[in-house]
């Protein structure tokens, strides 16, 4: 689903997708040290 999410973003705004990986992948990073 948030997959899914993504790809729509990505259509719409590829900029806008880049900044929501790189959130994401920081956010991922952070839960895993915490």
């Known amino acids: ?3 899914r999410l993504q ?3 990505k259509e719409s705004n ?4 880049e900044k929501q ?3 994401n992948r920081s956010q991922s990073l ?3 040290l915490y």
């Open 30 to 32: 952070f839960l895993f």
């Open 7 to 9: 790809r729509i973003s």
């Open 14 to 17: 590829p900029d806008q997708e």
């Open 1 to 3: 689903m948030h997959r």
């Open 21 to 23: 990986q790189n959130r």
